[in-house]
């Protein structure tokens, strides 16, 4: 569950797009050169380039941008 929060640091304001697209840019750079892609998912990490079907997209309908 996101919740929204008021920051007054300008710096930090935008702090959460960024990880976003971070995040985007490595499953993008992961899938493109079959490098593990490692994430927390239900308790354990688990690298996703392992997992059956190979799917990157944690989220339903992101497209990654």
């Known amino acids: 569950m996101k919740t929204k ?3 007054v640091d ?3 304001s935008k702090a ?3 990880l976003e697209r971070a995040a985007a840019r490595a499953r993008q750079l992961a899938e493109q050169t ?3 892609l ?3 998912k239900d308790g354990r ?3 996703l380039n392992r997992q059956p079907g190979g799917s ?3 989220r339903e309908g992101r497209s990654g941008k």
């Open 5 to 7: 929060s008021t920051v």
């Open 10 to 12: 300008a710096d930090m």
């Open 16 to 18: 959460g797009q960024a």
């Open 34 to 36: 079959g490098t593990p």
């Open 38 to 40: 490692y994430v927390f």
């Open 45 to 47: 990490v688990v690298d």
């Open 56 to 58: 990157y997209m944690l």
